[in-house]
């Protein structure tokens, strides 16, 4: 099931700086995005969403994009801090579904 | 800030024992879920439960498996004989009616041994 995929396994950025995530799904059914944020033994921790609706939702440092007729989405983190070393995940929710299906994940590491 | 709790946080069980995973959602969510994620892959949906039903559940939510809302807090998934395969981190999460965002709780790891 590669119905929604994030190709970088890893990223590491400068404190301070931009990071991106990114998330590519192939799903038209799905309407609705989700990203989390996992440390090791913990269950995933709800971050931002957004709606097939909108381009882009903000909410703090957090930013989502979302690119429909390129069945894309990203993750902006600015500026990145420390405690964002973290596994994130993408997730997508289908239209009437409840399920959310997700990615595989990206592990952030923030240099200091 | 209200949590989603889960208990055990290890449960350790011999292949065909019956296991029970706790979880008590956030008390003002609607939808309860439960996820697995076994080591090295993705987090796998397995079923939803609304108004005391399932209503969706994935292709490894098979006769073995059962879920219940007891009482007006706890929510449990009952593997009935396990099987090495279900060794796994299993996540209870809950969300309100009026939003999609589906809030995790930490986790219980089961090994089947």
């Known amino acids: 099931d590669q119905q929604v995929k994030q190709n970088s396994p890893s990223l590491s950025v400068q404190e301070g700086r931009i990071s991106i995530l990114n998330c590519d799904y192939t799903?038209?059914?799905?309407?609705?995005f989700l990203w989390y944020k996992k440390y090791p033994a913990e269950g995933p921790t709800f971050l931002i969403s957004?709606?097939?609706?909108?381009d882009k939702n903000e909410d703090g440092r957090f930013t989502v994009f979302l690119n429909k007729s390129a069945k894309h989405l990203s993750l902006h983190i600015v500026p990145s801090q420390p405690g964002d070393s973290a596994v994130y995940f993408c997730?997508?929710?289908?239209?009437?579904?409840?399920?959310?299906?997700f990615g595989t994940g990206t592990r952030l590491t923030i240099i200091p | 800030e209200p949590e989603v709790t889960q208990t055990p946080s290890h449960q350790v069980t011999q292949m065909g024992q019956e296991v029970i995973l706790r979880c008590v959602p956030i008390?003002?969510?609607?939808?309860f879920y439960w996820y697995r994620q076994i080591l090295g892959q993705k987090v796998e949906f397995l079923v939803s439960?609304?108004?005391?039903?399932?209503?969706?559940k994935s292709e490894i939510f098979d006769d073995q498996f059962s879920v219940e809302r007891p009482d007006g807090s706890n929510f449990t998934l009952k593997i009935r004989s396990t099987k090495l395969e279900d060794s796994a981190m299993y996540f209870c999460?809950?969300?309100?009616?009026?939003?999609?965002?589906?809030?995790f709780g930490p986790g219980t790891r089961l090994t089947v041994t």
């Open positions: 999460a809950s969300r309100r009616g009026s939003s999609y965002e589906q809030y």
């Open positions: 799903n038209s059914m799905f309407d609705y």
């Open positions: 957004i709606s097939s609706i909108k």
């Open positions: 997730a997508a929710r289908g239209f009437g579904n409840e399920k959310l299906t």
């Open positions: 008390s003002n969510h609607l939808y």
């Open positions: 439960f609304y108004n005391n039903e399932i209503s969706e």
